[in-house]
């Protein structure tokens, strides 16, 4: 039986109370594409984008401040800085004329979250069942997924930064769900 | 938490997933009564292995087949939508499967 005394007195790997353990906060409004299509349509549309979308399962690929995001083997989320919505949309459009593809405008269906600090992964454990560790879930995957009660699009952008993209309506659970979690890991 | 494997994206947690009943349903060719009935009704229910139809709902969204051992609810196979369905693996000898919800406990 484990003496009761070492578990008191075992220092704690995170003092309580430190801030800048992990922080939650919206993302600048963007611009977001779901896009549909077999490998010529996607051969297309990333030509149009200036980088080819990745073809290996949950993971994206980024160039400059464009990227697309792996979401199923024939869709991918497009990101993109908010000003060039209508640009990017024509230009892709162009680009697959008589191809068949789906491309859909959704900037203002999702809501973006960046969730930053060496206890993101526990934070984000407190509702998603993924194994967030960096061997299972290195930079650049991405994945839809579930968090709490919502599905959610999950992307790492660094070892301690995931970003999260979730349809505007949930937004305010997800994020009180996530301050809740929060007070948690003390 | 159980992993169910998606034939695109790998194992992943059980959570992500919809079952969607049996899988390899042939629809009845005949328009008559016993051959819709056999189409929309009737399944095998079997004990052991059984192909079935899940969807990573929260995850690619593909529909996909899996063999599942309805004993032990083990996954033991998955593969895409259109592939022939894998030979099951032999059984495991009575008395060495998990019996896990098999509701063959023996009672005290």
């Known amino acids: 039986m ?29 611009t ?91 934070l984000l454990n407190a509702g998603c069942p993924l194994d967030l560790d960096l061997s299972a879930f290195p930079i650049g995957a991405c994945t839809r997924t579930v968090l709490a009660k919502c599905d959610v699009v999950l992307w790492r952008r660094g070892p301690d930064a995931f970003r999260l993209e979730v349809n505007r309506s949930f937004a305010d659970y997800l994020a009180g769900t996530l301050r809740v979690a929060e007070r948690g890991l003390g | 938490m159980l992993l169910i494997p998606c034939p695109y994206c790998g194992p992943r947690p059980e959570l992500e997933f919809r079952n969607a009943g049996h899988a390899h349903i042939a629809r009845a060719t005949a328009a008559d009564d016993q051959g819709w009935a056999e189409t929309l009704f009737y399944r095998d229910n079997p004990k052991g292995v059984i192909a079935e139809r899940w ?54």
Do not use: K
């Not at chain 1, 790997?13 to 939650?24: F, K, N, R």
């Not at chain 1, 083997?73 to 000003?83: G, I, R, T």
């Not at chain 2, 033991?76 to 406990?105: D, F, K, N």
């Open chain 2, 55 to 108: 969807r990573h709902f929260s995850g690619c969204g593909r529909f996909f087949n899996a063999l599942r051992d309805t004993v032990s609810d083990g996954f033991l196979a998955s593969y895409r939508v259109g592939e022939p369905r894998p030979a099951a693996p032999p059984p495991i000898p009575e008395g060495e499967a998990p019996r896990i919800g098999a509701g063959e406990e023996p009672r005290p």
């Open chain 1, 2 to 30: 484990a003496d009761p005394s070492i578990a008191r007195t075992a220092p704690r790997a995170d003092p309580p109370g430190a801030g800048a353990l992990v922080s939650l906060g919206l993302v600048p409004p963007a």
């Open chain 1, 32 to 122: 977001r594409f779901s896009f549909r299509g077999d490998a010529a349509a996607a051969d297309g549309c990333g030509r149009a984008l200036g980088l080819a979308l990745p073809r290996v399962a949950c993971r994206s690929a980024e160039a400059g401040d464009r990227a697309v995001l792996w979401l199923g083997p024939d869709e991918w989320l497009v990101l993109a800085p908010e000003a060039e919505t209508v640009p990017l949309f024509a230009a892709v459009e162009a680009a697959l004329a008589g191809v068949p593809h789906a491309l859909v405008d959704v900037s203002h269906r999702q809501v973006g979250f960046a969730v930053l600090g060496r206890l993101a992964p526990a």
